[in-house]
Nanobody, 124 residues
């Protein structure tokens, strides 16, 4: 497992932007598949975006395509989620997760390392 710490959440008006950060310690994120997930009250945790360790394969949930951008800074051992054009339905706790298993879909159950989560609230 790799320790993960998220930051960057907050309260923003609809149409605004936030950038979330996921910092790892002790191990290089470039050797992991890293994903962003979110969980709203009363709902299941859902996939938002993910990057495989090669860096060239980035996936997004349909609900965030064109609005969210995932990037990775290997020098800082940090993965970012830039969120633009935020909507009230984006309100959730956002989690960063990592796994060593390269292939396969971004199911939350396949990730063994999780951060503590950061709250994102979008007001209408």
């Amino acid at each position: 497992q790799v320790p993960l710490v998220e930051s960057g959440g907050g309260l923003v008006q609809a149409g605004g932007s936030l950038r979330l950060s996921c910092a790892a310690s002790g191990r290089s994120l470039s050797r992991y598949v890293t994903g962003w997930f979110r969980q709203a009250p009363g709902k299941e945790r859902e996939f938002v975006a993910g990057i495989r360790w090669s860096g060239g394969d980035i996936s997004y949930a349909d609900s965030v395509k064109g609005r969210f951008t995932l990037s990775r800074d290997n020098a800082k051992n940090t993965v970012y989620l830039q969120m633009n054009s935020l909507k009230p339905e984006d309100t959730a706790v956002y989690y960063c997760a990592a796994r060593t298993y390269y292939s396969g879909p971004y199911h939350a159950s396949t990730f063994g390392s999780w951060g503590q989560g950061t709250q994102v609230t979008v007001s209408s």
